[in-house]
Antibody
Framework: QVQLVESGGGVVQPGGSLRLSCAASGFTFSSYGMHWVRQAPGRGLEWVAL????????YHADSVKGRFTISRDNSKNTLYLQMNSLKPEDTAVYYCAKDRDGDFVVDYWGQGTLVTVSS | DIQMTQSPSSLSASVGDRVTITCRASQSISSYLNWYQQKPGKAPKLLIYAASSLQSGVPSRFSGSGSGTDFTLTINSLQPEDFATYYCQQSYSTTTFGGGTKVEIK
């Protein structure tokens, strides 16, 4: 079965950096696009970024463009999110998620990792 | 950017009721509309994709309809496990989620 396990969350000061990882299993990782989606406490879902199956095309939300970078290592079945210049408004649970069929539909989600940006 | 507006933001219903949630896009998105269910403390779950296609394993009491800018998620005969928050998502131009609709027990 599909499993997505995020790690790397924690508390960081404003302006700091953090790298999230997502270990994938149960499917052919190198054949599917992958997303990061976040959810601030008590708020709705916000899409953050998508990377295509081969890593050649990446898309980032305007709210994180220039600060966050999505990447992947298909040899390790792992997805990453490098987050720089963090702001308090980046505080959220970050979900790693699998794209269904190259169509921006998310069919599997991890359990999430909490990132708190606070001094 | 395409904005997605859900209504209502919350509703109260009883077990056995028929529930309808609407989602409106700020521009036409054809049928590139998906629905998710999220329970407290859990990750979202895909229910419907491409406006009306039921995701594998999702009960048939869930259905979706619409095209263009106006879409509907219907839950027939609401069950105790259906009390949750529901989100629409457009996948026409990158992607955007709606603000969510919380379905509570009356």
């Amino acid at each position: 079965q599909v499993q997505l396990v995020e790690s790397g969350g924690g508390v960081v000061q404003p302006g700091g950096s953090l790298r999230l990882s997502c270990a994938a299993s149960g499917f052919t990782f190198s054949s599917y696009g992958m997303h990061w989606v976040r959810q601030a406490p008590g708020r709705g879902l916000e899409w953050v970024a998508l990377i295509r199956y081969d890593g050649r095309n990446k898309y980032h939300a305007d709210s994180v463009k220039g600060r966050f970078t999505i990447s992947r290592d298909n040899s390790k079945n792992t997805l990453y999110l490098q987050m720089n210049s963090l702001k308090p408004e980046d505080t959220a649970v970050y979900y790693c998620a699998k794209d269904r069929d190259g169509d921006f539909v998310v069919d599997y989600w991890g359990q999430g990792t909490l990132v708190t940006v606070s001094s | 950017d395409i904005q997605m507006t859900q209504s209502p933001s919350s509703l109260s219903a009883s077990v056995g009721d028929r529930v309808t949630i609407t989602c409106r896009a700020s521009q036409s998105i054809s049928s590139y509309l998906n629905w998710y269910q999220q329970k407290p403390g859990k990750a979202p779950k895909l229910l419907i994709y491409a406006a009306s296609s039921l995701q594998s394993g999702v009960p048939s009491r869930f259905s979706g309809s619409g095209s263009g800018t106006d879409f509907t998620l219907t839950i027939n005969s609401l069950q105790p496990e259906d009390f949750a928050t529901y989100y629409c998502q457009q996948s026409y131009s990158t992607t955007t989620f709606g603000g969510g609709t919380k379905v509570e027990i009356k």
